[in-house]
């Protein structure tokens, strides 16, 4: 498996210095979820059209790959049902461009549970689009464990009526555990021949509530869940999803991106 970060813990780093302490510390590659304050990735500095060549050659240089490209693109709202789907096929047209697998997309609430059966057509109308859309470009459209959608039972009713390769998920192993009580054999069980990409973050309940805490410091079962992606012969990116963007109040990153990298490669070693 190969080890990643993504840029929302590093909200304040620009982008050179995502690079270089991407490649000290001796991670695989990044996963882009906004740069220098722009979420927008194809508006983002480095991957406006004049500079995305440099940035390729940057990383190739610096031996490392884009993972995935995060977007905000969600489909349970009609009404920005079209906005999101553009949104998301322009992430999928520089996906192709800077040869990055995968686009992250969300499904995301069910914001009234008489209208689940509606809301779950939209998500799959959407995925089909950008199924089709993405076939040939070699990237990858992948539906987060995420919000309403973190309970598995709920994303496998979108995902069997979007039996495509060009879909996939990208499992969260921290909200279908947190927000759902779900033990990660059962998540594996139900979507685990769907996962192209995964999130790892870490949390404890205290007195009712829950904390972000550095990984390895919290409950979460990351052994788990590597165990299980190792027996299915997983090869892709685990990726920390440190949240410093929302929650200003967690680690530094010079803090929290070196601790990742020695957790995982710790349980790495003793599960492959």
């Known amino acids: 498996m190969k080890i990643c970060f993504s840029t929302l813990g590093c909200p304040e780093w620009t982008w050179d210095r995502i690079?270089?302490?991407?490649?000290?510390?001796?991670?695989?590659?990044?996963?882009?979820?906004?740069?220098?304050?722009?979420?927008?990735?194809?508006?983002?500095?480095?991957?406006?059209?004049?500079?995305?060549?440099?940035?390729?050659?940057?990383?190739?240089?610096?031996?490392?790959?884009?993972?995935?490209?995060?977007?905000?693109?969600?489909?349970?709202?009609?009404?920005?049902?079209?906005?999101?789907?553009?949104?998301?096929?322009?992430?999928?047209?520089?996906?192709?461009?800077?040869?990055?697998?995968?686009?992250?997309?969300?499904?995301?609430?069910?914001?009234?549970?008489?209208?689940?059966?509606?809301?779950?057509?939209?998500?799959?109308?959407?995925?089909?689009?950008?199924?089709?859309?993405?076939?040939?470009?070699?990237?990858?459209?992948?539906?987060?464990?995420?919000?309403?959608?973190s309970r598995s039972s709920d994303l496998k009713l979108i995902l069997d009526e979007v039996s495509m390769p060009e879909i996939g998920v990208l499992w969260d192993m921290h909200h279908p555990y947190r927000f759902y009580n779900e033990i990660p054999k059962e998540t594996m069980n139900i979507i685990g021949n769907r996962v192209y990409h995964t999130h790892i973050k870490d949390s404890q309940v205290k007195d009712g509530t829950m904390h972000y805490c550095l990984v390895g410091e919290g409950d979460l079962p990351i052994q788990d869940c590597l165990s299980l992606l190792a027996n299915i012969g997983y090869k892709g990116w685990v990726s920390l999803e440190w949240e410093k963007k929302w929650h200003p109040e967690l680690a530094e990153p010079e803090v929290a991106f070196p601790q990742f990298l020695r957790v995982i490669k710790g349980i790495l070693h003793g599960v492959i």
Not at 23 to 30: H, N, V
Not at 67 to 91: I, R, V
């Open 19 to 149: 690079v270089d302490e991407a490649r000290q510390l001796g991670y695989d590659g990044i996963e882009i979820r906004g740069i220098e304050g722009e979420m927008h990735l194809p508006k983002a500095r480095p991957f406006r059209q004049g500079n995305r060549s440099t940035t390729m050659a940057q990383l190739e240089d610096a031996q490392l790959e884009i993972s995935c490209l995060g977007t905000s693109a969600s489909f349970h709202d009609a009404d920005k049902w079209q906005t999101n789907l553009d949104m998301a096929m322009e992430h999928i047209d520089l996906a192709a461009e800077l040869q990055v697998p995968f686009v992250r997309v969300f499904g995301d609430k069910i914001p009234e549970p008489a209208n689940k059966d509606e809301v779950i057509s939209q998500i799959v109308i959407a995925l089909q689009h950008l199924g089709q859309y993405a076939r040939g470009s070699g990237v990858r459209v992948v539906i987060e464990t995420h919000g309403d959608f």
